[in-house]
């Protein structure tokens, strides 16, 4: 019954946290960047490039935009990413259209916007908040979805490495940006704020990895090692060892997971023995299934080079 409460107990915190972060991020957004015309990245710029091309309406295409995404995600990415992402996709427009609504009957940041550095103190609160929403988001155990997707989608059914994929998402995003609005400035002010965004994702949110490495040891090992393999869907590995100072013959759990899977992990541990060993490391990357893949070299220069000269080396032996 404790296990229960406490288990209830967080599940209310994590949801709180992910809507808390979703509203940061659409305050953000809609006070900071949109009323500018500043094109950072995500949803929002999309649909600001697409008032700013067609004279479509912002809130209207931002909702449509968002729910897209998230049937396609919900289709090719599977329940769990369903889950994960359903608040934000609710949370994000909502807010989003309450400060938008709320900026433009009384603005509460007057910029001159015709002025490069007004436009500079806009990007660097803007891609602050955005950046702090976004890892608040995370510290929940939620995502915010959006032109991620496509990237998570990339990466599972082609093996595209997914931050190249985000980059590359985002450069292109920022690009129509400049030629929608024809104003170099603003996609210089746009980068900024997309590189403040993702300092402040890293910083909040244990550093700069997207990956992490747990070993776990509890005397209730099968229980969490079930729920990794069977709810988290990761591989484990389980290690023989021995208690330094009580000399048992113990079971210590290896996993690799992602950043999203974080706070996932520690509340079901949490629940299943509050008493476990678990000490957490940032990975510098993880290659394999269900992470990013490796790299295949059409030619590899110092693999020729040895062959070459193994070659030249049995020819004079046999000479």
Request: with cysteine; hydrophobic share 50%; aromatic share 12%.
């Amino acid at each position: 019954m404790i296990n229960n409460k406490k288990e209830l107990k967080l599940r209310i915190l994590h949801t709180l946290l992910v809507i808390l972060g979703n509203v940061i991020l659409a305050f953000g957004v809609a006070v900071f960047l949109v009323p500018y015309n500043i094109v950072s990245g995500g949803i929002a710029s999309i649909a600001l490039i697409f008032q700013g091309a067609f004279g479509w309406n912002i809130n209207v295409s931002l909702i449509v935009i968002t729910w897209a995404f998230y049937i396609l995600g919900a289709v090719l990415l599977g329940k769990k990413f369903a889950v994960q992402t359903i608040i934000a996709t609710i949370v994000y427009p909502l807010a989003f259209s309450l400060f938008l609504s709320l900026q433009q009957q009384t603005p509460i940041l007057h910029l001159d916007v015709t002025n490069s550095v007004n436009l500079l103190l806009a990007s660097i609160f803007g891609g602050s908040l955005t950046g702090i929403g976004v890892a608040i988001t995370f510290l929940g155990g939620g995502s915010t979805g959006g032109v991620d997707i496509i990237a998570l989608i990339l990466q599972k059914y082609f093996n595209f490495k997914c931050s190249i994929v985000s980059f590359i998402v985002d450069a292109v995003t920022i690009l129509c940006g400049f030629f929608t609005y024809n104003d170099l400035s603003l996609a210089l002010i746009g980068i900024i704020c997309a590189a403040l965004a993702a300092m402040f994702v890293d910083k909040i949110f244990l550093g700069t990895g997207n990956f992490y490495i747990a070993y776990i040891i509890s005397p209730k090992w099968k229980e969490i090692n079930e729920f990794i393999l069977a709810k988290l869907e990761r591989g484990t590995t389980l290690v023989d060892s021995i208690g330094g100072y009580s000399g048992e013959d113990k079971k210590m759990i290896q996993v690799s997971f992602s950043a999203n899977e974080y706070v996932i992990l520690q509340e079901a541990i949490s629940s299943i023995d509050s008493k476990a060993f678990m000490s957490i490391i940032k990975a510098h990357e993880v290659k394999g299934e269900g992470f990013n893949p490796y790299i295949k070299h059409k030619k590899n220069r110092l693999l020729k080079t040895q062959k070459e000269d193994e070659d030249y080396g049995n020819k004079e032996r046999e000479n």
